[in-house]
DNA sequence: GCGGATGTTTTTAACGTTCAAAACGTCCGT
DNA sequence: ACGGACGTTTTGAACGTTAAAAACATCCGC
């Protein structure tokens, strides 16, 4: 494998300038230039990334943390890593994985792959309700950006990106209401979670400014299950008010409900409408196809990239991006 | 952030003898190893990861092509990354994140990470027929184990990690018959892909172990989605021949399937037995319980890393294993 | 008390790159 | 012809680690 060294000798320059036609090239004259390059072409240079790193102290590598599956279900997880990666690399960078406790037990993790310079930074996801690790991070000074803001928490703790999911299920809302539901219920989630409730919040509203009923609409389901979103449609159903739209907080549930509306005789679409969260490959596997929200996936991570690896300037970035009704057989005009 | 050189003069003794307590410690006196030891605890020493592998030409990092989602849904993807992870964890090694245009097109990229020693081999997993990575990768003595044997060709390029669809086939098809079954179809794949024909195989032949009959009980699905392999079993009930049992391709379909027996007043597990392939999440999350193929993510990913991170021994290592038969209600006994 | 074996520690020299400063040339104004 | 300004190239040192060899210490047998 070529160095510079060998480099510069079939140049017949000096090793700084072979550097330089790679990090600094208008420092050298046009034809010299050109003589380096042949041989850099020449002897198939690729320059060491390690030595560079060991130099710079940056080694352009940005650490996240796959998220151990048994908790949910983590069906978009493969095209946000697509996206992650891709956005990285526009910037000459990579992405490292590793795998940590949840939690502040994961957190020496964290400080060990900062501190050994195997990462400049750090990517997180699935963000929790008070979750540690953005506090931890800021405190110890490690760089990082979030993917979903810290719930339940005043000011955020460093910079982030989320997708507006209030924004998303009013525009579920508007969206069956402009195909003529009058009656549109909410699947949601056991738990407070600040997604439920930010995605809760904005079937609410929505409803509200629309002039729609929303007393008696909401059902919680117990866990994110087809199962679990049947049942909970049941309920719903089975209190005899009509109901003629059906917004979920996640397409795994909005599945449920489609199932329990085929049970019944009811044709999603027609007789209900559906929508869905997060567009999982799911949802266009299906049939009738789901309607649902994606998260702009590839804008995601160009963010969270550019966040990252921008100036630290004093304020945290914040934005807060808008999903995409992705419409489908599900929420046909009825 | 500390340095050997910084410890060593805390613990007075010479860098090489703090390198030596965390790389070799045996030859350390007792008392001088404690006396490191403590220092390096005291100023929190942690390598550097990049001067290390400088010196050493090795970067303990392993590369991995994140798959680019549109072609399959990729249900398992972050099982099997998770448990790769945390196997190259076992080991001190991480994984590196990469993107790359599929086939031939993409080797220059795999070429420049080891070449600029950003990884020291990779893991190839979604194995095509006829791929071109393996071969090539051979050539240029980079290291590599694949997740998947490469199809169509005569001897393996290199040292692989696969699950015996065959067997998986067989297992399901003895324990649909077990459960009474007696006329088991096979619900495929539209292509004659290598992975298809494996576990079309293995159906085929326990069938006849069985003494069970195969004629006309084969479909194949134009693409992997519920609603095709609900239209392939509904061609396959039209036909008029009795069916008890479903072996699936994929989960996806044995989905399509499940509906299509809901849809026909069959109940699935009762009426007829049904299994699917890969035992993603929605295995699980579907009612009744789609019985599934499980494939053993954990000791896959160990044997790639093993393999990987061995010593490269003449001939190549191959590793079949068995898939694990996860049973739910969607095959309960009829 | 000496040669040798063994155990422990230090010295020297890399690994391949970039930074900072110095050196060298060339051109210009005076 | 001289000093300065600028453009281009080289020199020297450093980043933090480990490999290899050298140095030093200790113990033993004779």
Known sequence: MATLKQ???HAEVSVQTVSNALNAPHRLRADTLERVNRSIELLNYRPNRNARSL????VELIGY???SWPNHTHLVMDQFLHALCAAAERTGRHILLFTAPGGVDGMPTYDDL????????FVLSQTETHDPRHGWLKEQDIPFVSFGRVW??????GP?????????????VRHLHESGRRRIAFLGWPKLSGLGEDR??????????LGLPTTGLTVRCREDSIEEGARATARMLDTGRTVDGIVALSDILALGALRELTRRGLTPGHDV??????????????????????????????????????????????????????????????
Chains 1, 2 share one sequence.
């Open 7 to 9: 480099v510069a000798a």
């Open 55 to 58: 130099r710079t102290s940056a």
């Open 65 to 67: 943390c796959v998220p």
């Open 114 to 121: 900062h501190a050994r310079r195997m990462v400049d930074g």
């Open 152 to 157: 339940k928490q005043t000011t955020q703790p």
């Open 160 to 172: 982030w990106v989320d997708v507006d999911g209030a924004a998303g299920s009013a525009m579920a």
């Open 200 to 209: 809760l919040g904005g079937w609410r509203d929505a409803c509200k400014d």
């Open 273 to 334: 409408g559906v929508t869905g969260f997060d567009d999982s490959p799911l949802a266009e596997v299906v049939s009738p196809g789901l309607t649902s929200l994606r998260q702009p996936m590839d804008q995601i991570a160009e963010e969270l990239i550019t966040i990252l690896t921008g100036t630290v300037n004093g304020s945290p970035v914040e934005r807060l991006l808008r999903p995409e009704l992705v419409i489908r057989g599900s929420s046909a005009p009825g």
